[in-house]
Each structure stands twice: as C-alpha cells, then as structure tokens.
C-alpha cells in the first residue's frame, strides 16, 4: 500500500511506541488486580448492576480499543497494536466500569481490510485483560451486519460471543424500532450477558421546536426497555447532538423514573462540548459515562478521559482513576496514532465542528463516510456530501441515524452529489431514479419501521410495484442450518471449522470467503507489525516475524520485477536464508492501466456507471428486452450498493463488463437498442 506518510517515520514512531511500552512493561506486577469483573463473575448480571448502581463516584467505560478508533482512524487499528498495551490497562484500569473492544464495525472491517479474524481479537485481549468487563455493541436484530438475520443467528451469535469472553451487550436499533431492539435483548440474556438496552438519541429534548423526538418520547420508550427485563438502561447520542442542558432534563427525568436502574451514557465530542454534557449527565444522576484515552479523545470521539477525571477529582463524582496513568496510557497512543495518520479523521478535520447539529452525522460515521466519498471520487466535495446528509435525512423522514440508518442516509447524500440533485429535484424524480440499494430496502421496510412511519408520496414512487415489508423484518426469515453451513464451509476450507467461523461466514460470507482465500494465501499477517503491514518494506531490509513463541521467520526484502501485462509483479525475498520469489498483484499500477470506454451522455441508450465501484451483480443478458426502470446491474463501493436501472425500453445491444468488473464513474456499463 502506498500513503503520504513515510516508512521512515513510521519506523520512527513504532520506535518510540517500543520504548514507551517497555518502560511500562517494567513497572507491572505479575497479576492484575481485582476489578468490575470479579464482581460480575461471582455475582451475575442481577448482582453486577446492583454493584454498579451502589458504587459511589463516577465510573468510566473506555471507548479507545472500538468507538475512539473507529471515530478516528476509520476503525482500521489493528489486534497487534491492541494487544500491546492491554496488560496495561489491566495493571492500572482495574477500576473501569468496561473497555468497549468489539462490534460495531470492528466485526467486518477486521475481515474486510486488516485481514484478521474478530474472534481471535476478542480471545486474545481476554487473555491480556481478565479483569475489566468486556463490551460490545450489537445493532439489534442486525447484530454486527448490515442486514437482517434469522433470529437462531442472533442468538447463537452471542452465545459464542460470550463463550469467546464478552460481557456486557449494548443493545440498540437504528431506529429504535422496539421488535428489533428486544430480539437482540433476549438473545443477549439467554446468552448468560449483561443487557445494556440502548436508546438511540437524535433532536434536543430541551428544544420546544423540535418535538419529533420529545422528552416523552424517550421516557415511553425507556418504560418499554425497562418492561423487557434490561439490566442497565442506556443512552446512545451517536453524533454528539446531548447538550448539557438538554443532558440534564433527559437524564434527570430518566433518574426520577428509574431510581434502581444504572443509566450509561455514550456521546461523541464532535461540537466540542461532550465534558461538558458527560459531567451534566453524571450530575444528573448517571452512572456510567463513555470516554477515550486524551490522544485518542475529542472531535469525532469520545470526550477526553483526562478531563472527566481532572474535573471529578475531590468531587462526589471522583473517578478513582490516576491521572498519571491516564498520561501514561496517552502517550502510547500518540505514539501508535501516528502509524494510522493515512486514516486519521485529521486530514480533513482539525477541529471540533458545531455543524454536527445541522448534519447529525455520527461519529462513528465521519471518517468512513469521507473514505467511501473519496473512493467515489467526491474526496474535494466532502463539504457538499455534509450538507447533502442534512437533506438526505428530511428526504426520508427524519429518521434516527445510526449503523445501518445513518448509512442509508450517507448513500442517498453521496449519490445526490454524485448526480448533482437537490433534495426538490429527487423528489421530483423519485420515479425514474436508480437509487442506492440501502435506500430502496430501507423503504421497504428491511429494517424496520421509523418513528411517526415512512415518508410519503417519496416512498411509493422510489418503489413503484416493489413489495413492502410488514413488522419485524427478521421475523418471516428461516431459520439458518448451521450443520449444513459448517459442512459448506468444510467442503471449502477444510474440516477445522470452528463455530466462530460459522458466525462470521453467516454474517458476512462474501467478506469470510474473501478472508479465508486471503488468509490461505499469505498467512497470518497480523504478526506484521503496523509499518510493514500497511507500508511492506523496504528494498534490503530485514525483518522478523514471530509466527509463535519460539517460531520466528527471518526476512530480507531483496527486489521488485517488472510489471507483468496481468497487473503482477515477482517479488524477490530471502526467507531464513534461502533465495525465494512470488508473484503479486500490484494493485495500484492496475489502476493506472485501467482503460473503460464511457458512456456518452447525449446517448440515450448508453448506460454509464453512477460511481466507481465493482459489477457485483449482471441482472441481463445480451438480446434480452427489458423495461424504462428495469434492474440491469448492481455496484458496490466501500459497502455501499446501487442498483442500474433501465433508463429506456428496449433490447441490450452490448454488454461492455462482467461480474467483477472494476469501473470509474460513467464507465460504460451496456447499450439498449429502443
């Protein structure tokens, strides 16, 4: 891979990471000592929140090993930089209410783009930090996908998710859709783990224009939480909309009604006030607030940990946590952060951004959302994409916006700049559009049904004939064979087939397959370290990779062939000595032979593509006749799908790419003869 910044000073900078972690190192006693665990373990769930509920002062959950970097970094932070400071947080964190290390995006990006599996991150970060509760977020029926599943995979999805040493589930929906929330509630709770049901926060309660999602909303839909049998009640302000004031009311209120209940709170920094909100949230009456490490806190983030445990010291809400470790705990993470600066939500952000009030977009989105806009080539429109979001949102209603919701909206924003439409003239066309595929199931109910319901006439001319959904989505789905899944999966890879590949081969199996091919392929790369993983090296270098204890392999890096007409380039290496060669694709020269006529625009039969992406899908044959607005073919980009349709009557003339075909935006895609 190729980035602006140097090998050199990431070497640098992984050098400084060693010498901080050493000095840590040094200082750590043998055995952890006790912390939240040991009383979830020896008291249950029931006994944990009673315990969390009871305890005096504030208590913290550490969003840096998930929320903070995926905020960030667009979730790319590897297990190896993970594993490396976890003895750490064990030897001087004991007292955190949790460490937030799993789900969310990490499940599929993990696959997806550091080619590791999620599942081994999990046990092995038990194994480095036993006594700080585990926790993850799981969307719901959706639980870590995008989609819906049957209900026997959710269930059995944590059931080994807290074999593996997950503790605490937060529990949430894209829409607060309650169907949704309470299938991902009990399937939590027979599991053996602690349910944090979570309530998705958009609008300002303290706002008496905005009354969509009012005070009284929430408090009813907090009785229904409670009704279900949730052990700690939580709130979830994705994109850092909670202002202290509006804090206050919420949570206060939430207090008065629920004197027994836990309540925990999660915000991002974005506008720049998340201390301020956390601290009026606690003094309300709170138990727990999110934060992240000060180097890996703010803007899209998580408030600073630092902060919170400065302001709170001497108070009735004094932490208990070492501002000193929180130095020490930051400076790895300066350090680490550094080696992710390709990613680093800094490029393009350098400040907090109150404009989160008008957009609404979640921090856990930004950064991604300015990937995948970049890799459409709408990189130096991003300010546009922002303020698309805003009409994006009005255009379907004003709907909750958090994974898969807040991508729904991301795409319909992206393709509007795309195709330079303002929100009159989408609804306008609403009829003769191809919209994004997320949009169209949206509509259709796949995810459920938004607050104050579906906007109209928008929905029934996007989706014309289309069937729509009825109640819970994942409710009509069969349930999945696992013993005929497991010998699919044997069949492909070989009989050790663990119930752990089972799950992320029934939540992703495009992305699994394309894991286990990769993984087979070239190994366990997570032995690299971060420079040579994301960087390779250098012509003569030297390297290690310990593979296990007492297995390392010793490896010089010896020179680079010329670039084959398949894209492919021979890689000449020292492997323990002896002289080895491989051939590997040089993906970025393939994009700059990339040829693909276009479509012209003054032609009314040439279909172009709306964007770049890959052909994941061919719906026509060449000859075939097809409808105006008929399926032709299906994109993807960076998750993102968009279904082609006709834009005429006709026959297909000529097919100009196949399935896997990589295209640039108005690549040629077909020819209709009318």
Avoid at 590 to 609: I, S, T
């Amino acid at each position: 891979m190729c980035f602006n910044l140097s090998s050199r000073k990431r070497e640098v900078r992984r050098a400084k990471a060693d010498e901080v972690l050493g000095g840590f190192v040094r200082k750590m006693s043998r055995e952890p000592p006790v912390g939240f665990r040991d009383v979830l373990l020896k008291e249950g769930p029931e006994g944990f929140a009673r315990a969390v509920r009871a305890h005096q002062g504030l208590l913290l959950m550490d969003t840096t090993f998930r929320d903070a970097h995926q905020s960030l970094l667009a979730t790319r932070v590897r297990t190896h930089d993970l594993k490396r400071i976890a003895p750490f947080v064990a030897h001087n964190f004991n007292n955190l209410f949790s460490v937030e290390n799993w789900g969310g995006a990490t499940f599929d990006v993990a696959m997806r783009f550091l080619w590791e599996c999620p599942w081994r991150r999990l046990q092995e970060l038990r194994k480095l930090l036993p006594n700080v509760p585990f926790q993850m977020l799981l969307r719901g029926a959706n639980a870590v996908g995008y989609t819906n599943y049957p209900d026997n995979v959710v269930f059995k999805f944590c059931e080994v998710a807290k074999e593996n040493g997950m503790d605490i589930f937060r529990v949430f929906d894209s829409l607060n859709y309650l169907p949704n929330m309470l299938l991902g509630m009990e399937a939590a709770g027979t599991a053996g783990g602690v349910v944090e049901a979570a309530i998705s926060y958009t609008g300002d309660v303290s706002d008496p224009m905005r009354q969509k999602y009012s005070l009284d909303y929430y408090l009813k839909l907090a009785d229904e939480l409670m009704k279900a049998g949730t052990h700690i009640l939580g709130i979830k302000d994705m994109a850092g909309l909670l202002k202290p004031e509006a804090s206050r009311q919420l949570i206060g209120a939430l207090r008065d009604r629920f004197p027994e209940v836990p309540i925990h709170v999660h915000t991002h920094d974005t506008a720049g006030v998340g201390v301020a909100a956390m601290l009026a949230c606690a003094e309300a009456g709170a138990d727990v607030v999110d934060v992240a490490v000060d180097s890996m806190a703010g803007m899209t983030s998580q408030p600073s940990m630092g902060a919170i445990v400065a302001c709170t010291k001497g108070t009735k809400l004094n932490t208990g946590i070492s501002l000193e470790k929180v130095f020490d705990y930051s400076e790895y993470w300066e350090v680490t952060r550094g080696l992710y600066a390709p990613f680093d939500c800094t490029a393009t952000m350098k400040s907090g951004n109150a404009d989160v009030y008008e957009n609404e977009i979640p921090g856990g989105q930004y950064t991604n959302l300015h990937f995948q806009a970049h890799s459409m080539g709408l990189g130096n429109k991003f300010k546009e994409v922002k303020k698309a979001y805003a009409e994006a949102n009005k255009l379907l209603g004003d709907i909750i916006k958090v994974t898969p919701s807040s991508k729904i909206v991301g795409d319909l924003a992206q393709f509007m700049v795309q195709n330079s439409l303002t929100r009159a003239e989408v609804e306008e066309r609403a009829e003769e559009l191809s919209f994004p595929l997320s949009v169209v199931e949206f509509l259709q109910g796949h995810i459920g049904i938004p607050h104050g319901g579906f906007p109209e006439p928008f929905r029934a001319k996007v989706l014309k004939s289309l069937p729509r959904m009825e109640g819970r989505p994942g409710a009509s789905l069969p349930p999945t064979d696992f013993q005929a899944l497991e010998k699919q999966l044997q069949q492909a890879h070989g009989d050790d087939i663990t119930s752990e590949d089972m799950m992320s081969a029934a939540m992703y199996p495009k992305v699994f397959q394309e894991f286990k091919e990769f993984d087979s392929n070239f190994g366990p790369v997570e032995c690299l370290n971060t420079r040579l993983f994301l960087d390779g090296p250098k012509i003569a270098e030297e390297f290690e990779v310990e593979l296990e204890r007492g297995k390392t392999l010793h490896i010089k890096a010896l020179a680079l062939g010329d670039l084959t007409s398949a894209g492919q380039r021979e890689v000449f290496f020292e492997l323990n000595g002896q002289l080895r060669s491989v051939l590997v694709k040089d993906t970025q020269a393939m994009k700059e032979m990339h040829f693909h006529p276009k479509a012209l625009k003054d032609v009314r039969g040439q279909v172009g593509a709306p964007m770049p992406g890959k052909v994941v899908e061919l719906k026509v044959k060449q000859g075939q006749k097809v409808e105006k607005g008929q399926p032709l073919c299906v994109l993807s980009a960076m998750k993102m799908e968009t279904v082609v349709n006709s834009p005429v009557s006709g026959t297909v003339a000529k097919i100009h790419v196949n399935s896997d075909s990589s295209l640039e935006g108005d690549d040629l895609i077909l020819e209709i003869s009318e």
